[in-house]
């Protein structure tokens, strides 16, 4: 069940999202890639801004926080969004733990 409050959405309980450590999100029209790695969740557009492909069976870096794209090899920061080779970004959302759900904040 999704509730929404001032864009903040739940995403669901925060242990079923530690296990399966990729999920994905749908809001509206977006899908959210989110990650549980290095003890912490991040939470980034499943759509590359190269050619719009998924994410979210990129490879990560778990010591830099990067993901690569699988199709051509574009990696971006997982806190920041940006591209490490070009000016492309992705959307990149601020996440709250609130009584054991995740919530995010659906910006843009
Ligand atoms: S679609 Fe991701 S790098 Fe080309």
Same mark, same amino acid.
């Given at each position: =069940?999704?509730? &929404?409050? +001032?864009? /903040? ?9 530690? %296990?399966?450590? %990729?999920?994905?999100? %749908?809001? *509206? *029209?977006? $899908?959210?890639?989110?990650? /549980? =790695?290095?003890? $912490?969740? @991040?939470?980034? +557009?499943?759509?590359?801004?190269? *050619? ?21 090899? /574009?990696? @971006? ?20 733990? %609130? ?6 904040? =659906? &910006?843009?």
């Amino acid at each position: =069940m999704t509730n &929404t409050l +001032d864009h /903040w959405v739940s995403v669901g309980p925060i242990n079923r999202l530690k %296990r399966e450590k %990729r999920s994905i999100f %749908r809001f *509206q *029209q977006k $899908q959210v890639l989110l990650l /549980w =790695m290095n003890e $912490q969740f @991040f939470a980034i +557009d499943n759509k590359c801004p190269h *050619q719009g492909f998924p994410l979210e069976s990129g490879s990560i870096d778990f010591e830099n926080f990067n993901i690569t794209c699988p199709y051509h090899n /574009w990696s @971006f920061d997982l806190i920041s969004g940006k591209c490490l080779f070009n000016t492309a970004c992705l959307s990149a959302y601020p996440l709250e733990i %609130r009584e054991g759900n995740l919530w995010i904040q =659906m &910006t843009g």
